[in-house]
């Protein structure tokens, strides 16, 4: 396997990592990125089969050895259904499910349409940053209701979010830990209250149910009750923000914005904004035996990361894969992740951004850039630090 190396704080990189990804391919189905001293894939076939074998997964194979100062971060994440596997992992995901059924997922098409023509409608005159004025309210307020907390906790649920997902950034630092710890403790008392408060007024929201399980006993425990709603809470609305700052930015870059007023061409637009510059780029996975995938034989306790982004352009599945083409046929990338732990929220996101982006471009014909846009400075996460526009 060939040795790559590549600093992913190195701020030419976390602007356009798609160089880099291009020149890995050339190594083959595999290659060890050093500064990570990880073997990793962006082969499209080789992530989508790991990601659908149960002999990988997210639980390490020895327990974590987790530093004092952590310990509150990661007995949040004991408990997230991210973090484990079966039969936890298939309990949490079912009770989650039950909540998020298709019916209800597109019964929220009403609400996502009042909420994104109020929020288009208000736009400020002269430049203004568009993520905060569309692209983080409106996930936020949506995955709030959605749960059933008060919508006016959305600045609260963003900054504990954002302090929180420090914990999974390339050269990360004790102010960045101190920072997700102090934010993990806020979202957890915050929780707890809430639910409590939550106990005697039900309603007819996702906590709710989630108490309902809690109640009925084995099903599931306060602790599990509290991280779940964190879980969805965050990446409900973490990943949606940037994937629509990213898609407006390729939308504007390109200037084929009138294709995607179409209906017919709406999915086909989404799909390709989700494709083409995905905002999470690297998921990881332990390996629970010996295991050969496409000439490479992984050893039981190895690490993999699979790169998403890089997977989402990988020429044997997509035709001239660095072009941005709203027009190609659409077919399952690797954006949303795939198997046991597929992203629960993909219908969700799906709406959002379908309803979200027409309406913005209608209100909004004239939209432009007011100065060019610059992703965040982290890797892995792949999303705008501000995204300045005039109407
Ligand atoms: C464009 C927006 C989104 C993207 C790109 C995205 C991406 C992902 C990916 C790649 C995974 C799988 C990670 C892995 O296998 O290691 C995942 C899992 C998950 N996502 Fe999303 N997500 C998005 C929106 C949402 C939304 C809106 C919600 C909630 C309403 C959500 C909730 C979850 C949950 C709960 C999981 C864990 C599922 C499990 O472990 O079984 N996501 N997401």
């Known amino acids: ?70 310990a509150p971060f990661y007995a949040v994440e004991a408990h997230s259904m991210l ?66 907390v008060p919508e006016d906790m959305a600045p609260d649920l963003l900054r ?26 806020a979202f957890v008392a915050f929780m707890r209250s809430y639910v409590k408060a939550r ?27 509290i991280t779940t709603c964190i879980l969805l809470l965050n990446a409900g609305h973490e990943a949606t923000v940037h994937t629509i700052g990213n898609g407006v930015k390729t939308l504007l870059e390109t200037g084929i914005v009138p294709s995607l007023l179409a209906p017919e061409s709406v999915e086909g637009t989404v799909e390709e904004i989700l494709r083409f510059d995905p905002a999470l780029h690297m998921f990881t996975r332990h390996v629970y035996g010996d295991v050969e995938v496409m ?9 993999v990361a699979l790169l998403l982004a890089m997977a989402n352009r990988d020429p044997q599945v997509w035709e001239d894969p660095a072009n941005f083409n709203p027009h190609r046929l659409v077919r399952p990338n690797a954006s949303f992740g795939a198997g046991l732990h597929f992203c629960v929220g993909a219908p969700l996101a799906r709406l959002e951004l379908q309803i979200a982006l027409p309406i913005l471009f209608r209100r909004h014909p004239g939209l432009k850039f007011a100065a060019p846009p610059r992703y965040g400075d982290v890797y892995h996460f792949h999303g705008l630090s501000a995204l300045l526009v005039t109407t």
């Open 1 to 70: 396997m060939q040795t790559l190396t590549q600093s992913p704080t190195d701020p030419a990189f976390v602007q356009n990592p798609y160089p880099f990804y291009k020149a890995a391919r050339a190594a083959g189905p595999f290659f060890h990125w050093q500064d990570y001293d990880l073997p990793c894939t962006g082969n499209a076939a080789a992530v989508n089969a790991i990601f659908r074998d149960r002999r990988f997964g997210r639980e390490p194979v020895a327990p974590l050895v987790v530093p004092p100062h952590l």
């Open 83 to 148: 973090e484990l596997e079966p039969p936890r992992h298939t309990r949490l995901r079912n009770l989650v499910l039950r909540a998020f059924t298709s019916r209800r997922i597109a019964g929220l098409q009403p609400d996502i349409t009042a909420l994104a023509t109020e929020l288009a409608e208000s736009f400020p005159s002269g430049e203004f940053d568009l993520l905060q004025a569309f692209a983080q309210p409106l996930p936020v307020r949506i995955i709030a209701r959605l749960l059933g």
């Open 160 to 185: 504990w979010s954002n302090a929180m997902v420090g914990m999974y950034m390339a050269g990360r630092t004790r102010a960045t830990e101190d920072r997700a710890v102090a934010a993990t403790e």
């Open 199 to 225: 106990r005697t007024t039900p309603a007819d929201d996702l906590i709710t149910q989630l108490i309902a399980a809690e109640s009925e006993g084995e099903k599931l425990t306060t602790d599990e009750l």
């Open 295 to 303: 000439g490479h034989t992984f050893r039981r306790g190895d690490q």
